[in-house]
């Protein structure tokens, strides 16, 4: 069983006499839980994300249980002298796979964010975008329990963006938790379950509620199940927007976009299985 | 570890940051060691130029990764660890490099003392010199070590720090550095080959220390 990863009382300041970044943070983040952190610019969210992600050290208090971690900086050079696959397989190796199996990862992350043509380039020759395509690869890659996303986004294409977003869906379907930083209020609206406000030096956590209209594009999921029954436990931890029972056993689900394939998966692989009648997106009002 | 000391030999080796303080050292042995030399005196020397070189390859490994991957790795292997792997890697090098160097000296100086009285055997005084350089690689990877990120953080300071620092190793009395280098000197003279153990455990504390603190330093101070 996982435990939660704890800040006990942190706080963190640059230099022996800099000013306090953070002071006196108390924060859990629970297995399977997806963080957002907010704030306006300079206030100590990457600090907070760093310190998260185990980066630096606490210069007072404690932080505990840190499960097996990955980390997405904001910018990601490109001065690096391998081959996109190469470093892939360098950073899979070190976060603990075997060499073969981290090649094999490489090629399948960087196929999956649409830079699989770029598998074999310099890393100095890529583009902006594709240089994050491969940060995002080398933090996914190794199937981390706990996910840190430093502006992720940014730079990507629509296609990866959409796609990490599925990724962030899969992690926390599986139980490892996410912390995510971005400037879009549309990112994965309506899917954290905790907000965490960066300002004056402290964080404010909240619990986002569920049934909070999300901004962003959902999908529509009308599948049947056994008659009075309920949706299958492996659902439970998704954010559905709506749940309504159109006839006996037939279930009309919306979900955030991000989420429709973790919620197929649910459905296509609980005992007895459910049937998918259809999937659409959902028509905008 | 295995993985991340991969990781960062290739990228010592791909990224050819490596070249220059080779080939100071090239020339460094061009000028200072000639064929039929008596062989401690020059196995000294070659030992002796092998620290600000141990030093300088240190400071590459160390920068050599952008900040932002030193934080995916950091993440992943915690930033002591992550810390540790450029900081052995330099010292291989160094090490393989003074080895080698080493091996070479051997071969081509003359087996006597200083005056050429007396017969100094060969294998000995390869072993006693490998001892020696292994003590400049360390000490050199001690001052790298000590004066680079996360210690020092701006080159204006980093470089000249190190420079001065490594030809003090080499010269202050009691450190490991002078005391394997004139023990081969001072061996020269006497026709006998030294033993540099002692200097050699000295080395080897001091460069753990060192190391240790660097890396406790690297998830407290910025980038």
């Known amino acids: 069983m996982q435990r939660d990863l704890r800040l006990d009382n942190v706080g963190r300041r640059y230099g022996l006499r800099g000013p ?4 006196a943070v108390n924060l859990a983040i629970a297995p399977g839980t997806l963080t957002r952190v907010e704030g306006a610019n300079g206030t100590g969210k990457s600090t907070l994300l760093r310190l998260l992600a185990g980066i630096d050290a606490p210069t007072e208090g404690r932080i505990t249980g840190r499960p097996r971690t990955a980390y997405v900086p904001e910018r990601f050079p490109s001065a690096l002298p391998f081959t996109a696959v190469g470093y892939l397989t360098h950073l899979g190796t070190v976060h603990g796979l075997s060499r073969a199996s981290a090649t094999r990862a490489a090629h399948a992350c960087l196929e999956r964010f649409g830079a699989a043509a770029y598998a074999r380039t310099p890393m100095a020759q890529l583009s902006k975008g594709s240089s994050q395509k491969v940060a995002v690869a080398q933090a996914l890659l190794a199937e981390p329990e706990f996910l840190v996303l430093d502006e992720a986004w940014t730079g990507l294409d629509e296609d990866a963006r959409a796609e990490l ?12 938790s996410v912390v995510f930083v971005d400037h879009d209020p549309s990112r994965l609206a309506g899917v954290p379950d905790v907000i965490c406000t960066v300002r004056d030096g402290g964080v404010n956590r909240r619990t986002e509620h569920p049934t909070s209209p999300a901004a962003g594009p959902r999908t529509v999921v009308v599948a049947q199940g056994p008659r009075g029954g309920a949706l299958p436990a492996e659902t439970a931890g998704l954010p559905l927007t709506t749940l309504e029972e159109t006839t006996a056993g037939t279930y009309r689900i919306t979900v955030p976009a991000s989420h429709s394939d973790v919620l197929l998966r649910a459905l296509l692989m609980s005992r007895p299985p459910w049937h998918v009648v259809a999937v659409g997106s959902e028509e905008t009002p | 570890m295995t993985a991340l000391f991969r990781y960062q030999t290739d990228l010592l080796v791909r990224s050819q940051r490596w070249l220059p303080p080779f080939i100071l050292y090239a020339v460094f042995l061009a000028v200072g060691v000639q064929s039929g030399q008596p062989i401690l005196d020059s196995l000294g020397y070659t030992a002796a130029a092998l620290l600000p070189v141990a030093a300088w390859l240190v400071r590459i490994c160390v920068t050599n990764e952008p900040a932002a991957a030193r934080g995916c790795v950091s993440a992943a292997v915690g930033p ?3 810390h ?7 010292l291989t090098a160094a090490a393989t490099l003074g080895a080698l160097a080493t091996v070479l000296v051997t071969l081509i100086s003359d087996p006597t003392s200083a005056d050429r009285q007396t017969a100094v055997p060969r294998l000995p005084a390869g072993a006693s010199g490998l001892l020696a350089a292994l003590v400049c690689a360390l000490l050199g990877t001690a001052v790298g070590a000590l004066t680079t990120w996360p210690l020092l953080r701006s080159t204006g300071r980093a470089i000249p720090a190190m420079l001065l620092t490594a030809l003090l190793s080499v010269v202050v009395t009691g450190s490991p550095a002078r005391a394997a280098v004139s023990g081969l000197v001072t061996g020269s003279r ?3 080959v030294p033993l540099p153990l002692l200097p050699l455990a000295g080395a080897a504390l001091f460069t753990a220390a060192a190391t240790a603190l660097a890396c406790a330093l690297s998830s407290r101070r910025s980038p």
């Not at chain 1, 899969?170 to 490892?176: K, L, Q, S």
């Open chain 1, 20 to 23: 306090w970044v953070l002071r």
């Open chain 1, 165 to 176: 977003e599925r990724a962030v869906a899969e992690r926390t379907a599986v139980g490892a």
């Open chain 2, 80 to 82: 002591g660890r992550a």
């Open chain 2, 84 to 90: 540790l792997a450029p900081l052995l890697v330099a």
């Open chain 2, 190 to 192: 006497s026709g006998t």
